[in-house]
């Protein structure tokens, strides 16, 4: 395996269900990100975990609960999720302090909350 | 808080050029991104700038103005697979970027 890799790729919920999303990075990074991706709009920064220290919460719901074991994972738990939180979740891994530090994408979980 | 626009659409022509406009209005910069993502795929890193001036990387280049809040990228010898979305994104601190909402580009044969 190799960059960063997401699972599940698609997650079809109900209102009530518990579920989590993972994400793993194989390049040696030091940050950790998830974003929100909804049609026509930007990306919308969620979590920054930083050396395995959250340092970003921008003002999410607290129905999504993120979680970093370890500098190689990320996780982001969802519980009694409502519909608008319908989207494609990125995760994103980076380097601070590196050349340009730019971020590496995973392929996205595909999230519909029926 | 931040303010980064682009063009929503932009159509050409296979083997033509496009200039894909991005400009923005954040509180600090510490960098400028642009970033290519085909459908169902992850976004994926094509160019960054920090100081002023043109940054070419074979059919890609991106210019960057400080003083304008402006930035573009130059797309040449347009080939189908370039059909995608390209996100701006500016770095207004050490490490957290905000996105543009992304130009969709469709090149025709």
């Known amino acids: 395996e190799t960059g960063v890799t997401q699972t599940p790729r698609h997650l079809v919920m109900g209102m009530t269900n518990k579920k989590s999303l993972k994400c793993e990075q194989h390049?040696?990074?030091?940050?950790m990100y998830w974003y929100k991706q909804s049609a026509k709009k930007p990306l919308e920064l969620m979590f920054v975990?930083?050396?395995?220290?959250?340092?970003e919460n921008n003002s999410v719901p607290s129905r999504f609960s993120p979680e970093c074991p370890n500098s190689s994972h990320l996780f982001l738990h969802l519980h009694t999720l409502q519909p608008e939180d319908s989207a494609l979740y990125l995760c994103?891994?980076?380097?601070?302090?590196?050349?340009?530090?730019?971020?590496?994408f995973g392929e996205g979980s595909r999230l519909t909350v029926l | 808080g931040q303010n980064i626009d682009q063009p929503t659409e932009m159509t050409a022509t296979e083997g033509a050029i496009v200039q894909i406009n991005c400009t923005y209005q954040?509180?600090?910069?510490?960098?400028l991104f642009w970033y290519q993502q085909h459908a169902g795929e992850a976004p994926t890193f094509l160019s960054y700038?920090?100081?002023?001036g043109l940054e070419e990387k074979g059919r890609f280049s991106s210019f960057l103005s400080r003083s304008k809040g402006y930035s573009y990228l130059l797309l040449k010898e347009l080939q189908m697979k370039d059909s995608a979305s390209y996100l701006c994104a500016v770095r207004d601190g050490d490490y957290k970027l905000s996105f543009g909402a992304g130009t969709t580009v469709t090149v025709r044969a």
């Open positions: 975990y930083n050396f395995k220290e959250q340092t």
């Open positions: 700038n920090v100081l002023d």
């Open positions: 390049l040696g990074h030091n940050a």
């Open positions: 994103a891994s980076s380097q601070l302090e590196g050349h340009t530090g730019e971020l590496f």
């Open positions: 954040t509180s600090g910069f510490n960098g």
